[in-house]
């Protein structure tokens, strides 16, 4: 089966195109494209996903599933790519897959060389900028790697956190992998809480990008856990900036009578 996937909850769209075997297990990359303008998703979009294809040598309507990097991450981001994924799930009859952008990070560990690999049993921790002091973060266990395929044990619950309150919650296990644009904004303050025990990964693999998107797909596809494209959400996990004022607004009118 072939599986299209969109990652567009970072500073860089990408788009790759998958081949698994029908359990989802050996998940190969045909294709993958991905930008280099800091938040263009909405332009480069449909043209990345038109190259991935061509690339691939299939088309449209070969795919078995588009999966979807739903959230968490930036909002603008989050919509252009669900929207996306619901317009041509819509038009061509194909299931969705919504795939955690967390998740898909936290497997950019499967491809890390000897020399940035975490440590055995360390805490993989993917945590996403959110802005005032907060990060969107989870920690995950790699269970198992196979060609192709890996399993991730949640062993810390996805959510938004300041990076004290998450520091806190990862504070019991002795290795700590941490990825994602949270290590940028906030590291001087993970380093400063924690002086042992941590790692960062290179820039190189620290970001979100759509092949891991297409492996969990391929994975999640082959359970059962695809959806209509009406059935698709985002998950922010946060209210926007503008709701958040504006909800903060409406209550004081009404506390003002």
Do not use: W
């Amino acid at each position: 089966m072939y599986i299209l996937a969109i990652e567009t909850t970072g500073a860089f769209a990408s788009v790759a195109v998958a081949e698994a075997l029908d359990n989802g297990s050996e998940c190969h990359i045909l294709a993958h494209v991905e930008g280099h303008d800091r938040y263009s998703h909405l332009q480069n979009l449909t043209p990345q996903i038109e190259q991935v294809l061509s690339d691939a040598e299939i088309t449209i309507d070969d795919l078995s599933a588009i999966a979807v990097a739903n959230g968490p991450g930036s909002f603008t981001g989050i919509r252009i790519g669900v929207s996306t994924a619901r317009a041509l799930s819509q038009v061509k009859g194909i299931p969705c897959v919504p795939v955690s952008s967390l998740e898909a990070l936290a497997m950019r560990v499967r491809a890390a060389s000897s020399g940035e690999a975490p440590a055995d049993g360390a805490l993989v921790c993917p945590i996403l900028d959110a802005r005032r002091n907060q990060v969107y973060g989870g920690g995950y266990l790699l269970e198992s790697v196979s060609e192709g395929a890996a399993q991730l044990q949640e062993a810390v619950k996805a959510g938004p956190y300041t990076i004290d309150e998450f520091m806190e919650l990862v504070g019991k296990y002795d290795e700590l992998y941490m990825l994602g644009d949270g290590v940028d904004t906030c590291g001087q303050k993970i380093e400063a809480n924690r002086t042992e025990g941590v790692a960062f990964a290179p820039e190189e693999m620290r970001y979100q990008r759509a092949e891991e998107v297409a492996m969990l797909g391929a994975v999640k596809f082959a359970a059962g856990q695809s959806v209509a494209y009406d059935m698709l959400k985002p998950e922010y996990m946060r209210m926007a900036e503008a709701e958040r004022k504006l909800r903060a607004k409406q209550a004081e009118v009404k506390a003002n009578g």
